[in-house]
């Protein structure tokens, strides 16, 4: 018998796209909980790399650095929503950006949850990542405006 949520996890994926080292390497770290559940976790460093293995792989969740070379994080989301099959893969965007208007902008393009990088902790995005994939914070992606909480760091979340 699995433990609580265990089996709810086994079999996800989970791209991650992010070219700050140190963030690619403690995400890297932090993904190994979930793997030992039978999450499997694809890292690139670009946007062009993320879209291709997105289209390769089908992942259950992504998660997106905006300010990356080449194609930026914006970009990647708009090419994203035109890929038949992956359009509503929910997004968890981790930035510097953190004005009112990238967040909106991040939010028109389907994300189901911003996290500026100055502000959040790495059990912040562990737990929001089990949520997800476990169906609790999926994205309705329709056009009118979702609700949103606010974590106690003052970061967003789209529910």
């Not at 930035?95 to 996290?115: F, M, Q, T």
């Amino acid at each position: 018998m699995t433990e609580t949520g265990t089996g709810d996890l086994k079999g996800k994926k989970i791209l991650i796209i992010e070219d700050d080292p140190l963030l690619h390497n403690l995400l890297a770290d932090k993904m190994k909980q979930l793997r030992d559940k039978g999450v499997e976790v694809f890292p690139t460093m670009s946007a062009e790399e993320g879209l291709k293995q997105a289209q390769s792989s089908k992942p259950d969740l992504i998660m997106l650095d905006l300010v990356l070379p080449t194609m930026n994080g914006f970009e990647f989301l708009e090419g994203l929503r035109k890929e038949p099959g992956l359009e509503k893969t929910p997004v968890v965007v981790l930035s510097n950006l953190s004005d009112d208007s990238d967040k909106e902008r991040a939010k028109a393009l389907g994300v189901v949850a911003y996290l500026v990088k100055a502000d959040f902790s790495l059990s912040e995005i562990s737990g929001a990542i089990e949520e997800i994939l476990q169906g609790r914070k999926m994205p309705e992606h329709d056009s009118s405006a979702p609700t949103i909480k606010s974590t106690p760091s003052g970061n967003m979340i789209f529910l």
